[in-house]
């Protein structure tokens, strides 16, 4: 299957109030445009000079999403031009991204990555921590990010009751931070979950981003996960 077929069949699949984010990491630019030519326009990138690369080769109406691990020390190449970066782990990230944000006149689009998984690997708040930081005097002070959601990555299995179990953590949260009036309900709207093999399952879980990178463009080579 083509990859404007892959995309069309995986949109067939979600709710129209779903965005399915292209996850294009490791792929070449020439795939990038097929799924361009498709249509598609939000992508998900996972290392900054992978993404700016791209940034600088494919069109400027591409909106770009980061979703990778973001170091503090390279959130400047990027806030120029992204869209919205899904992997805030701390609170020092934030406050860099809008430091840069607010040199580039920016408001940059942000989720907060709550840990879900029961894998070490994976990075994210927690359930205390999340709320800790929207209720800091030191997050108020942030004018040039806003806080559009939360993400979660949840395990690498295909247990469907451990990843149900893993979503309804971050879909909780996500709903009691609404519920509380923690978070400005007005933008605070995304829930991030949901790759190739379990995007089905997170949208029955309330997702409303899935990022999707081998079903649309094939398998990765594992070495460059
Ligand atoms: C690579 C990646 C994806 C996409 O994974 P697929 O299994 O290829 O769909 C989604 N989210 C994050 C954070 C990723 O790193």
Redesign the pocket.
Known sequence: MSIAQNISQIKNDLPKAVLLVA?S?TKPNELLMEAYDAGQRHF?E?YVQELVDKGIQLPKDILWHF??HLQSNKVKYITPFVHSIHSVDSFKLLEEIDKQAKKNNRTINCLLQIYIAKEETKFGFDESDCLALLQSEEYKKLTNIKIIGLMG?ASNTDNQTQLTEEFSIVKKLFDSLIEKKIVDATCFKHLSIG???DYQLAVKCGSTMV?????IFGQ?NYNTL
Do not use: E
């Not at 990022?211 to 079903?215: A, L, M, P, T």
């Open positions: 996850v990491k998900g996972n979703i990778g990555m790759m190739s093999s990022r999707v990178g081998s079903s990765r």
